[in-house]
C-alpha cells in the first residue's frame, strides 16, 4: 500500500507560479514512476505531466509544455510540480499517483495504469 498526500495549491493571480509537492509513504519510493493530473470543474481528469523512477525521464502535456515541470527528491519520497507563467485554464484539483514501474525510465501517461492516488489539492488561478 502506498499513501500520497499532496500540498502546495492556492489562489493565485495570472502569471503567477506555484509548487505542488506529493509525499508518498508505505513502500520504496524509487519503484515507482509518478505522475499529476488534475480535474477542473465539470471536466474529465487529464493528464499534466510523468516522471520515471530514476527522474531522468519526463513527459508533459502540450497545455503545460514550457511553463510545468515535475521533479522528484528519491530521498524524500517527494514528487514536484512547479507550475510558472499559471492561466485561469489551469484551475483545477491537482492529483498525484504513482505505479510500480520495471524499468527506470518508463513514464506513464494513462490515468488507467496507475495504481495509488492521492486525495488532490485545489489550485485557483485568477485572471
Known amino acids: 500500500q502506498v499513501q500520497l498526500v499532496e500540498s502546495g495549491g492556492g489562489w493565485v493571480q495570472a502569471g503567477g507560479s506555484l509548487r505542488l509537492a506529493c509525499a508518498a509513504a508505505g513502500r520504496t519510493f524509487s519503484s515507482y514512476a509518478m505522475g499529476w493530473f488534475r480535474q477542473a470543474p465539470g471536466k474529465e481528469r487529464e493528464f499534466v505531466a510523468a516522471?520515471?523512477?530514476?527522474?531522468?525521464?519526463?513527459y508533459y502535456a502540450d497545455s503545460v509544455k514550457g511553463r510545468f515541470t515535475i521533479s522528484r527528491d528519491n530521498a524524500k519520497g517527494t514528487v514536484y510540480l512547479q507550475m510558472n507563467n499559471l492561466k485561469p485554464e489551469d484551475t483545477a484539483v491537482y492529483y498525484c499517483?504513482?505505479?510500480?514501474?520495471?524499468?527506470?525510465?518508463?513514464?506513464?501517461?494513462?490515468?488507467?495504469?496507475?495504481?495509488?492516488w492521492g486525495q488532490g489539492t485545489q489550485v485557483t488561478v485568477s485572471s
Open positions: 499517483a504513482s505505479r510500480l514501474a520495471i524499468s527506470e525510465s518508463s513514464y506513464f501517461r494513462e490515468e488507467s495504469t496507475y495504481r495509488y
Open positions: 516522471i520515471s523512477r530514476s527522474g531522468g525521464s519526463t
